[in-house]
């Protein structure tokens, strides 16, 4: 068998060896980081734990065929393939057990995500691009089930621009001729989500190179695949996408994950496909084993029966490839057990070196305290009790930063009243504390890059006697031309923006001008059209990705918190995603083409930029600076505004608006309204009204919700009037409270209020149809002139009379 092997790897007998015996020590030093992994965790050390073993030998043949430049999206199990190429190792892999946050010993997330949440560091320290093309990239990984196929669709979709766009062909950082493939991996029961059929379909339909491995070992936790898959058969169900005489469709592979030959063939013939042609691939990796169950959180003896048990022993994936390699004459059984040995012994000495590694700052830190906790001791009339408590901090197990601060908390509490400079000392040790334990647990929200959005300086839009007078949607569209014209990594996509330039035009005639390959339709399906930018954008290129109107995000709102909104974050800065998505929203018609779920929005999505700009020439301001930042955004334009008249800026594709900068719409005396959006509008004929009533309005269009008035622009607004209401068309308490927090308590405004702040929003339901069905369900202008009225008539009786 050996020598048929050999002839078919075309390698001498001694390579071919060594690559074996080389793949088995790499499979069974994994197997041992899970082994000793799940005892790290059931004796305390570490909180939770979910490991590859019965998925190791499947994983040694995908990784034979990844190549630089290639990306994995993948999930919790695939620690095996991130070993044999070389993305993590055995030390990295239990700093993240332990949650380590220094980033140097826990590369993937620095501690933030929980073990088996892989990734690599794309980008550098000052946030710029390291090169992909030399070498083998992986995206961040995230918990919800079948949320690494979204973004996976768009890493494909990049091999397919790179190889047909020319103009993109010196940007060999990224690619070298859309040779690049896109590995997924799957649980079999995450094909039970929705998005996993989104994605799939959409790959057959723009015949993408991804190639998406399912691990298939019949269960989703304690759930049998009888309740999760039509027929319990994944390879039946999905045969009709299998390709047809068109060459259109997916080439399908069903194998074994213990059958180690059979799985290289399988990669090897899938890959060439992928790679060379842009076929889909799926292959439907079954007979999987799970050794040690679903995770730490329980064992599966409590739903597998007793023969799933012992068939799972018989076919656990190493246990083969070890009869393999002996049947075949490859290596000895002792030669294998020498193997397993070392293995162990490594895997063991990796795991107590993280462990060491781990613990040192932590003790290093406890031991400065306690220094310090000693002299206060001495120094204090409390010397017992903090003795006692120095102590039980000495002696504590498994200690943790927390541990640390709690001591020195309950100390400063008990000398209150104390005036030392010991204690002194220990207050300030808190707030040394404090301050690196922000940098390890809270930065990195957002871009701390150069291209961050908010350093993109301000460039004014120019207009001259010749300005043009346009409808907005020619605004936004002269906008996109120019940017086009400028970039060629810039594509924009999404339903009906290809053909017709979007339902509103912002994009017509751009596709007749630069082709179907930059401005493109896509199926109606948002979750992966902002999956695809999320690919795109980590590949280099500049997406701009449309969801038709702001009532459908909520399907790409999960995406866009879980892994947009939290990239930066949950990578310490490794990685980034410089897309924009555009909509449009706030006001036109009925339930679902008139709402303004802000607040809902906002709070989703902390770690992107949250733009309402009130009109397309303020919406073009901040495409241009979105386009030059490396910040993820979401740009809600005014779905009444497009065809009200705007002048064009002679620089429409230069010009830049900052982020976070409120502007005055109208200079006033008498009150603080803050508001955006379409709601500027509206907001404008009320403050007319209230001006024939002798009262002065100061109108402020926050401009952007995320950040938010960055320089505290409103609060110089409110010292002058003391009075301040906040508007929107979202629910009661929803985006007008964060606004009314954030100038309130960050901006400190409360101490200037002579009367008691007030909101303006929506009615609570979503808004009616018709001219009456949005009078009575949005705010109007008749209710913000009663409601500032009556504000004005609270402070001032005598002047303001009460008028109903
Ligand atoms: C959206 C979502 N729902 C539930 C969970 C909890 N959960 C984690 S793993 C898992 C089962 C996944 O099974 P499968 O896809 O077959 O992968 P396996 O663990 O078997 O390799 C579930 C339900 C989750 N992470 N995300
Ligand atoms: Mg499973």
């Known amino acids: 068998m050996i020598d048929s092997a050999v002839e078919n790897a075309a390698i001498s007998r001694e390579e071919f060896k060594k690559e074996v015996l080389d793949d088995f020590r790499i499979a069974t030093e994994s197997r041992q980081a899970s082994l000793i992994g799940r005892k790290e965790v059931l004796t305390g050390k570490a909180k939770f734990g979910i490991f590859g073993d019965g998925k190791e030998v499947a994983q040694l043949a995908m990784s034979k065929f990844f190549n630089h430049g290639d990306f994995r999206s993948g999930y919790y199990r695939d620690q095996t393939f991130m070993f044999a190429k070389g993305m993590s190792n055995v030390r990295e892999f239990f700093a993240q057990l332990y949650a380590d946050p220094d980033v140097e010993r826990e590369p993937c997330s620095a501690g933030r995500s929980m073990n088996g949440h892989f990734g690599t560091r794309l980008i550098n320290e000052d946030g710029t691009w390291k090169r992909q093309t030399n070498r083998y990239n992986s995206s961040a990984d995230i918990s919800p089930t079948a949320s690494q196929m979204p973004r996976l669709l768009g890493l494909a979709y990049a091999s397919k621009l790179y190889r047909e766009n020319k103009a993109l062909s010196n940007l060999t950082d990224y690619s070298i001729n859309g040779n690049e493939i896109a590995f997924g991996t799957i649980g079999n029961a995450s094909t039970s989500e929705g998005g996993f059929w989104e994605v799939v379909n959409a790959g057959g339909v ?233 940098e390890k647990y809270n930065s990195y929200i957002y871009s701390q890059g150069e291209e961050s959005a908010l350093k993109i300086a301000k460039i004014n839009p120019i207009y001259s006697e010749n300005s043009k007078i346009l409808d907005g949607r020619e605004i936004v569209q002269a906008c996109f031309d120019a940017a086009l014209q400028r970039d060629e990594r810039i594509i924009a996509f999404g339903e009906d923006v290809g053909k017709i330039g979007d339902v509103n035009q912002g994009f017509a005639g751009l596709q007749e001008k630069y082709g179907e390959i930059r401005v493109t339709d ?142 005055t719409l109208i200079s006033g005396t008498d009150v603080t309204l803050v508001t955006y959006g379409s709601c500027c509008r509206i907001a404008e004929e009320a403050c007319a009204e209230l001006e024939k009533q002798g009262i002065s309005v100061e109108l402020i269009d926050v401009q952007t919700l995320l950040p938010f008035d960055i320089n505290h622009q409103i609060v110089e607004s409110i010292k002058k009037t003391n009075k301040v209401v906040f508007l929107d068309e979202d629910v009661p308490g929803g985006a007008t409270s964060f606004m009314m927090q954030q100038v309130l308590e960050m901006q400190e405004s409360y101490k200037y209020l002579d009367t008691q702040p007030l909101t303006i929003s929506a009615k609570e339901h979503r808004p009616a149809y018709g001219t009456d069905g949005d009078y009575f369900s949005k705010p109007n202008v008749e209710e913000i002139f009663d409601v500032i009225y009556k504000m004005m008539h609270e402070y001032n009786p005598n002047r303001y009379p009460s008028w109903v």
């Open 206 to 438: 723009l015949q993408v190179p991804m190639l998406i491995s399912i691990w298939d070992d019949e269960y989703g936790i304690s759930v049998h695949a009888k309740y999760q898959t039509t027929k319990e058969n994944l390879s039946s169900i999905l045969s009709g996408f299998q390709t047809d005489e068109h060459g259109k469709g997916y080439e399908i592979f069903t194998v074994n994950g213990w059958n180690y030959p059979a799985l290289i063939k399988t990669y090897q013939k899938a890959s060439k496909l992928c790679r060379d042609f842009h076929t889909p691939i799926i292959i439907h990796v079954n007979e999987l084993t799970q050794p040690q169950g679903h995770s730490t959180s329980g064992s599966h003896e409590r739903y597998k029966s007793k023969e799933r048990l012992k068939w799972e022993e018989e076919y656990d994936c190493l246990t083969q490839m070890k009869l393999w390699i002996v049947e075949s004459g490859i290596a000895t059984v002792d030669e294998l057990t020498a193997i397993e040995k070392d293995a162990a012994i490594f895997v063991k000495s990796e795991q107590k070196a993280a462990w060491n590694n781990f613990l040192k700052p932590i003790l290093e830190d406890r031991d400065m305290a306690i220094g310090v906790m000693e002299r206060l001791a001495a120094a204090s009339s409390h010397t017992n009790e903090i003795g006692n408590l120095t102590s039980s901090l000495k002696n504590k197990d498994e200690l943790n930063r927390k541990d640390i601060l709690v001591s020195i908390n309950q100390m400063l509490r008990l000398t209150l009243n104390e005036k030392n400079t010991n204690r002194d000392e220990l207050h300030q040790l808190l707030n040394n504390f404090k301050r690196e334990n922000a």
């Open 522 to 663: 896509t199926g109606i399906r948002e979750l992966s059209i902002i999956g695809q930018a999320i690919g795109l954008a980590m590949r280099g290129l500049r997406p701009i990705a449309e969801i038709q109107y702001l009532d459908y995000l909520l399907y790409a709102l999960q995406i866009m918190s879980d892994d947009i909104a939290t990239l930066q974050y949950r990578t310490m800065g490794g990685q980034k995603v410089p897309l924009i998505i555009r909509t449009r929203g706030h006001r036109l018609e009925g339930v679902w083409h008139s709402g303004s779920p802000m607040g809902m929005i906002i709070n989703a999505l902390r770690g992107m930029r949250v733009l309402v700009p009130r009109n397309m020439t303020q919406a073009a301001g901040f495409y241009n600076t979105l386009l030059k930042s490396d910040e993820p955004a979401l740009v809600v334009e005014c779905l009444n505004g497009y065809r009200l008249k705007e002048k064009l800026p002679d620089n429409i594709g230069e010009f830049n608006l900052p982020l976070g900068e409120p502007e």
